[in-house]
T-cell receptor, first 111, second 115 residues
Framework: RKEVEQDPGPFNVPEGATVAFNCTYSNSASQSFFWYRQDCRKEPKLLMSVYSSGNEDGRFTAQLNRASQYISLLIRDSKLSDSATYLC????????????FGAGTRLFVKA | EPEVTQTPSHQVTQMGQEVILRCVPISNHLYFYWYRQILGQKVEFLVSFYNNEISEKSEIFDDQFSVERPDGSNFTLKIRSTKLEDSAMYFCASNEGKGTNYGYTFGSGTRLTVV
């Protein structure tokens, strides 16, 4: 089983739609969680950290369920500019070695 | 906004040649990393660096790879004898601290093509 699993997509949605991405992780010792976005052939960019209580940043809402080892990202009112690959990232502890990237979920937002 | 800068943006090299990829992390960051991403695949950890030494490295980071922080600003990745399978995008990243809640700031990457 992969340590971080994501639905690869692609998700094709119209502008204005709400879309949700899911991610599961296998290591129960994982300590911190992030969502990054990556545009084609560009670097990953930190979108938001994910906290146990859930957190929101504008149109983006992240949730964490430690019992189910599940992370989600909800995007409301999708924009064309949201088209990208969304990477679920799990940190098992300090240091980069224990930071595991999921393979990403591709999102296409259409006009 | 502070950024991590990488040079060159694209490097083509012949198999067996040495390459040096350069990075300037954000100035007040303490932890530095190299990641790579083969086209169409996921981001993979290579090495982390703190206090002028390697703190962790992955299986990918074998004897052909080395890192250096030759002065107070640059952070380099050297591949001694490149192989075709080293062709990938190499990303440098940095963050402020070792706490688990710190995300990374990535540079824009160097696309390495080994021919």
């Amino acid at each position: 089983r992969k340590e971080v699993e994501q639905d690869p997509g692609p998700f094709n949605v119209p502008e204005g739609a709400t879309v949700a991405f899911n991610c599961t992780y296998s290591n129960s010792a994982s300590q911190s969680f992030f969502w990054y976005r990556q545009d084609c052939r560009k670097e990953p960019k930190l979108l938001m950290s994910v906290y146990s209580s859930g957190n929101e940043d504008g149109r983006f809402t992240a949730q964490l369920n430690r019992a189910s080892q599940y992370i989600s990202l909800l995007i409301r009112d999708s924009k064309l500019s949201d088209s990208a690959t969304y990477l679920c990232v799990v940190n098992r502890g300090t240091g980069g070695f224990k930071t595991i990237f999921g393979a990403g979920t591709r999102l296409f937002v259409k006009a | 906004e502070p950024e991590v800068t990488q040079t060159p943006s694209h490097q083509v090299t012949q198999m067996g040649q040495e390459v040096i990829l350069r990075c300037v992390p954000i100035s007040n960051h303490l932890y530095f990393y190299w990641y790579r991403q083969i086209l169409g695949q996921k981001v993979e950890f290579l090495v982390s660096f703190y206090n002028n030494e390697i703190s962790e490295k992955s299986e990918i980071f074998d004897d052909q790879f080395s890192v250096e922080r030759p002065d107070g600003s640059n952070f380099t990745l050297k591949i001694r004898s490149t192989k075709l399978e080293d062709s990938a995008m190499y990303f440098c990243a940095s963050n402020e601290g070792k706490g688990t809640n710190y995300g990374y700031t990535f540079g824009s990457g160097t696309r390495l093509t080994v021919v």
